[in-house]
């Protein structure tokens, strides 16, 4: 509510006219502080938190429940009732409220009225979320998910006895990051969007969220949910993380560190996929967890310069691949002496011996590092002969 109250006020301020903010049962939910033209409707629906159902009929009649967009609403003057413009509020098509401005000293413009309907859509998440919300408060509940995450067991306690998570149910944490380097209020708005409507439906998964600057988290009780339903709700193209399932909700702050690295992995290594479960990332497990690593020397010579960026896919796969060659020539399409070729050169410049185990262990390892850190970017197909 306290989100709603925010975006309200602001609005009104922008616009330099009151408004009020009703649920779909014209219900009073929020306004803004109230000056200039007002009648008797506007002050009864402030002070009873609703108007009476001859005002509601009387404005369903003029379409407000099946309106798409803005409109103008003529006066009554027989019900003390100046004309208004309204804008509905709406999530996926559903109507949530309506936005209510008083149409006189001056009209609303185009322009004014166009602002306002820019505004619904975040309206429309508040009011969506707080519908969602079940003992607690919607921002109530938000803070209790944040703390939840941030490993304070309290807040377990508080989202159990709300009945916003069933107790003695393993919880999942599921994390969408952007794949945008820079998140923008249009890409958290996305987020909480397709977050949102997964709420809805996987309603039996008694599914709780949280929206970061950078990346979104997802809690899910019983089976986990899996990474495809996430993508599909998502306006914006992300990566998926999936951490471990936890016995109960007061541990889901593990599970949430663990899809965190997960998602930040498949980020930088699109050989992963959309989707990474923490349980099968292998190495990488263990190399995100690393900080002030240094590279094997020759391997920094070779990231040095664009153009051995063939030879560092050719020395990856072949150590991926423990060093076979035959298998190396065949996922590359390359020619075994030209294989045979790359990899002198990079002995060459690497200085190093790609016969010694410990040599091909720094390398390998080097390799996912600069994954990791952005360094080393390989192209998406394997080198050509």
Do not use: N
């Not at 990899?343 to 390398?363: K, N, W, Y």
């Amino acid at each position: 509510m306290a989100d709603l109250q925010r975006t309200v006020d602001e609005l009104a301020a922008r616009l330099d006219r009151p408004l009020l903010l009703e649920d779909r049962l014209q219900r009073v939910v929020a306004y803004s502080e109230q000056s200039g033209a007002m009648d008797d409707i506007r002050r009864d629906s402030i002070l009873r938190r609703h108007t009476t159902p001859e005002i509601r009929q009387w404005l369903r009649d003029a379409g407000i429940h099946d309106a798409p967009a803005p409109l103008r609403t003529s006066g009554a003057p027989h019900l003390g009732l100046l004309p208004r413009v309204c804008v509905p509020v709406r999530h996926d098509a559903a109507l949530l409220g309506f936005l209510w401005f008083i149409d006189v000293d001056p009209a609303m413009s185009d322009a004014q009225i166009a602002q306002a309907a820019a505004t619904a859509p975040a309206l429309a998440l508040a009011l969506f979320h707080e519908s969602l919300a079940t003992g607690l408060a919607s921002h109530r509940e938000l803070e209790a998910v944040k703390g939840l995450l941030m490993g304070e067991r309290d807040a377990a306690r508080q989202l159990i006895e709300a009945g916003a998570f069933p107790q003695g149910l393993p919880v999942t944490v599921l994390v969408a990051r952007p794949l945008s380097d820079e998140p923008d209020q249009a890409l958290r708005l996305a987020l909480e969007q397709g977050l949102l409507a997964l709420r809805r439906r996987l309603s039996a998964h008694h599914p709780l969220h949280l929206v970061r600057y950078d990346h979104a988290a997802l809690l899910v009780a019983g089976v986990p949910v899996a990474a495809e339903e996430v993508h599909a709700a998502m306006s914006v193209p992300v990566v998926v993380g999936i951490g471990r399932a936890r016995p109960a909700l007061a541990e889901a702050s593990g599970s949430y560190k663990e899809a965190r690295h997960a998602a930040e992995v498949a980020a930088r290594v699109p050989g992963l996929g959309r989707s990474a479960e923490w349980a099968r990332l292998g190495v990488y497990r263990m190399l995100t967890h690393l900080t002030d690593h240094e590279l094997h020397p020759g391997l920094d010579r070779l990231l040095d310069d664009d153009q051995h960026l063939p030879l560092l896919e050719t020395l990856e796969t072949y150590l991926d691949l423990a060093g076979s060659a035959v298998a190396t020539s065949r996922t590359l399409r390359l020619h075994r002496t030209s294989l045979y070729y790359r990899l002198r050169r990079v002995q060459e410049l690497a200085r190093t011996d790609l016969s010694d185990g410990g040599e091909r262990l720094a390398l390998h390892l080097s390799l996912k590092l600069a994954r990791l850190s952005g360094r080393y970017r390989p192209r998406e197909a394997g080198p050509a002969s």
